[in-house]
């Protein structure tokens, strides 16, 4: 400090006094200014989650695309979550590189509260893919989407379509006292398929099919009995096939929906 004052009264002395003052008043504003940094400026928003649980099967002729529900703390930047916009990309497998590019097609937008055609299971989301093609490879982006239009970090999977598997076939199903008993006949399998189990999906009456089986697991017999039913109630099912295909699990296409009402003293 004491140097720069020598210095300064060097230059000062030699030139007129007015232009002194003016030197004087500049290089004290550019000595106050260095080495201190401006006013923070705040973020212009809260990042949020990357969406987690990510799953990608293939369900017939369809996939199924299955994520979890982030929590979301609100804030003054965003006020919560509202949904999730789902983008898409289709390569060739044996030509383009699934993971080279980002998936730029939006495909759907889903609602929190009303995510219709989605299904909102739990803590899970499930969407399905109708526009698929055997041979041909889709990679998907999901994204969380807060008010604001504010987008958290993509998550992203892909998986190659392939053949749908056979269904079985032959579903049988036999009314009881809140119960009902159901039985069906295995597919005849190709060599290359690995029978892994099969995926019982079941309905009321008048309302859509859930995206997620009955059963948590695989059945592996071809036999069940399903119980804790409402007698005098309707109940439609429909049966379908897991097996393995390398390292990826296909499902075959339902079998036709059997109708049946259970009764009490059945």
Not at 8 to 19: A, H
Not at 87 to 98: F, H, M, Q, V
Not at 109 to 137: C, F, N, V
Not at 144 to 172: C, K, R, W
Request: hydrophobic share 40%; glycine share 8%; charged share 20%.
């Amino acid at each position: 400090m004491i140097r720069f004052i020598k210095v300064l009264w060097f230059f000062t002395s030699r030139v007129p006094r007015p232009t002194s003052l003016i030197m004087i008043m500049i290089m004290i504003m550019m000595t106050s200014a260095c080495g201190k940094k401006g006013p923070v400026r705040p973020k212009l928003g809260i990042p949020l989650p990357t969406v987690q649980g990510v799953t990608l099967q293939q369900q017939g002729n369809l996939f199924v695309l299955g994520w979890e529900v982030p929590e979301y703390k609100e804030s003054k930047e965003v006020q919560g979550l509202t949904g999730f916009r789902i983008k898409r990309l289709s390569y060739d497998p044996a030509e383009g590189c699934p993971t080279c590019r980002e998936p730029q097609a939006e495909v759907a937008e889903l609602d929190i509260d009303s995510p219709t055609p989605a299904q909102h299971i739990g803590k899970r989301m499930y969407w399905r893919d109708l526009d698929i093609r055997p041979g041909s490879g889709y990679r998907y982006a999901i994204v969380s989407v807060a008010l604001g239009n504010l987008e958290g970090p993509a998550a992203m999977i892909h998986l190659v379509a392939q053949t749908p598997p056979p269904a079985p076939t032959e579903l049988l199903a036999t009314a009881g006292d809140a119960r009902v008993a159901l039985q069906w006949t295995a597919p005849a399998q190709p060599a290359e398929l690995q029978l892994v189990g099969y995926n019982l999906y079941r309905r009321q009456s008048q309302r859509p099919f859930p995206i997620v089986p009955v059963n948590r697991k695989p059945l592996q017999d071809t036999h069940l009995l399903d119980r804790g039913l409402d007698n005098g109630r309707t109940y439609e099912y429909r049966i379908s096939a897991l097996v393995r295909s390398g390292d990826q699990l296909l499902e075959s296409m339902a079998s036709p929906g059997v109708q049946v009402t259970p009764q009490e003293g059945l």
